[in-house]
């Protein structure tokens, strides 16, 4: 799916910059631009984005003001709103209006592509038939695919040119994916503990400090997960 997004910042250069990040990103399509909270009420009115990245001061309408009646005007199926700002005192108000994230400028590539993976649970980015393919996991066999649902997956792990799906009862099967395509598909219930590993938050069962790295322990698995340093807040938020 398409991913309808509007840029909403009083600051030229930023909104720029932001465009030129976003042009990097799969499946994002930025339809407008707005300077005020005012004009990204209109462009809501008459673009219908189901994502938008809004500033916080600005000119007639704060971020948070045009959020909060953006939110009212489109209650039952609102845009999905990531703010992008230079101060950091305004998060609890930002939550208050549904807010899927919060990020400081400046961000980072990353930084957007995991905002927009959080944005993507929100209601107008979950559509049936993703929500319907991601609760299975496709296995090919010789002369047949197998559907093995979701919640019989433990992790995934590359193994040299393969990827291995950890599954209940210890048993481990070679898939015929790459751990990105396997982030990218099922990001609501899984996450990368490191670049060579991937797991299922609803399997994560505690958090490992060790004097050389930190791991993490999986229900009904024998097997530890070291946890990089780039991936370690991400993760913490898991059992928060």
């Not at 099967?173 to 396997?182: A, G, P, R, W, Y």
Request: some cysteine; aromatic content about 8%; proline content about 4%.
């Amino acid at each position: 799916m398409i991913i309808r997004t509007l840029i909403v910042d009083d600051e030229p250069l930023a909104r720029s910059r932001l465009r030129r990040l976003l042009g990097d990103i799969d499946l994002i399509d930025v339809i407008g631009e707005a300077a005020d909270g005012k004009e990204a009420i209109s462009l809501v009115e008459s673009l219908s984005p189901n994502l938008i990245f809004m500033d916080i001061q600005m000119p007639k309408l704060t971020g948070i003001e045009a959020a909060d009646t953006i939110m009212q005007l489109f209650f039952d199926d609102p845009p999905a709103i990531i703010f992008c700002t230079a101060y950091d005192q305004y998060a609890i108000e930002a939550f208050k209006v549904n807010a899927s994230d919060y990020l400081l400028k400046p961000v980072s590539s990353e930084d957007l592509s995991q905002a927009i993976k959080r944005a993507c649970q929100i209601s107008q980015l979950r559509r049936p038939e993703q929500m319907d393919e991601a609760n299975f996991l496709p296995i090919k066999h010789l002369n047949y695919i197998e559907n093995r649902p979701m919640n019989e997956v433990l992790y995934f792990r590359s193994e040299g040119k393969y990827v291995v799906a950890g599954l209940l009862n210890e048993e481990e099967i070679v898939i015929d994916s790459t751990l990105k395509e396997l982030e990218e598909k099922y990001f609501h219930s899984i996450i990368r503990v490191h670049r060579n590993s991937l797991v299922c938050k609803n399997k994560l069962k505690r958090m490992v400090r060790e004097e050389t790295a930190d791991y993490v322990e999986l229900i009904g698995c024998t097997r530890q997960f070291v946890v990089s340093r780039r991936m370690l807040n991400e993760v913490k938020k898991c059992f928060v």
